[in-house]
């Protein structure tokens, strides 16, 4: 069957009535376009565990706090459709702003505490914009599953937390970060970066990861795990660190001493790139790294 391409939320909603009619569940990946191996995982996912797939692409405006970073960022939509395709969706859902927002919203999504630290702190109302538009869209399509990427580690725990307090009948499902062979998570922002700055760019992974080793060591010290993990970052001057942190991984809280699973999660600047990354702790045992 070829994939559907809908940019209207009403023939959206007529399509999944029918597909709900015929008895199929649905699967629910939302993005925001450029897509790569990382999207690509969850869509794979989706297809196994559901019967329809259905992917949005919206680059969302309320969610950007800097308007040079929404109007330069990656769209290919020529490209996104057959590869969602190819994966294995079913329908894709491609909406302009002003279907999404046909007025200014005045009603807004607030997942207070998970939202407040690391991004939530440099970036503010970037995870007010995303709560509400990941309402919006469940809302729209209604999916018993939807899946996202724990490279945006407090996006998910958002996402987790607000489908919890406001009873949305959806499964939210985290997907492992894909990688590059050398270390850096797939991101639509990664072509932005210059050869220079890709070269470079593995340094955050190892990072990381020298937290991750002390941790696993059995390191409880927070500000010494932090260190270490700095120090690498340190080695290659033309990183510039926005934040780097120690978190409950689901209250995305600073954690101190090191006790059970953590999150050690961080943002970088490489020129005007900016980059998030974050990997799953366990003290006391390495785990695979997500
Ligand atoms: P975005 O298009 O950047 O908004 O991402 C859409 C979804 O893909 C989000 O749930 C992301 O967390 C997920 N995602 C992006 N990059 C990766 C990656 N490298 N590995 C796994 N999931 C990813």
């Known amino acids: 069957m070829s994939i559907q391409v809908f940019d209207s939320i009403a023939a959206l909603r ?5 597909v709900r009619q015929a008895g199929s569940s649905i699967g629910f990946v939302p993005t925001m376009g450029a897509l790569h191996a990382g999207h690509g995982r969850l869509i794979e996912q989706a297809a196994r565990e559901t019967d329809c797939v259905v992917v949005s692409i919206f680059v969302n405006p309320i969610q950007f706090t800097d308007q ?3 109007r330069l960022y990656p769209r290919n939509l020529a490209a996104d459709v057959p590869f969602c395709s190819a994966l294995g969706a079913r329908i894709v859902f491609a ?5 999404m927002y046909p007025q200014p919203p005045r009603s807004f ?16 109302g970037h995870f007010r914009g995303v709560a509400t538009v990941v309402l919006k ?18 996006q998910l725990a958002v996402i987790e937390r607000m489908a919890r307090d406001l009873n949305i009948p959806v499964a939210v499902v985290g997907v492992p970060t894909v990688r590059e062979p050398d270390g850096l998570a797939l991101s639509s922002r990664n072509q932005r970066l210059s050869p220079e700055e890709r070269r470079i760019a593995p340094v955050f992974f190892q990072a990381l990861q020298a937290a991750r080793e002390r941790i696993a060591a059995g390191v ?28 409950d991984p689901a209250e995305m809280q600073p954690v101190d001493p ?24 366990l003290p006391g045992g390495l785990t695979p790294a997500r």
């Open 14 to 18: 007529a399509a999944l009535a029918d």
């Open 68 to 70: 040079q970073d929404y």
């Open 95 to 99: 909406p302009s702003a002003a279907e």
């Open 109 to 124: 999504v607030e997942v207070s505490g998970v939202s407040e630290r690391l991004c939530g702190e440099f970036r503010p």
């Open 137 to 154: 869209l469940f809302q729209i399509v209604q999916p018993e599953r939807a899946y996202f990427g724990e490279k945006d580690a407090q």
């Open 220 to 247: 409880e010290d927070a500000g010494e795990v932090r260190q270490a993990a700095l120090a690498v970052l340190g080695r290659q001057p033309h990183v510039r660190v926005e934040y780097l942190e120690i978190v």
């Open 258 to 281: 090191i006790q059970g699973p953590v999150r050690v999660a961080g943002a970088v600047w490489l020129g005007s790139t900016r980059l998030i990354d974050n990997v799953l702790c």
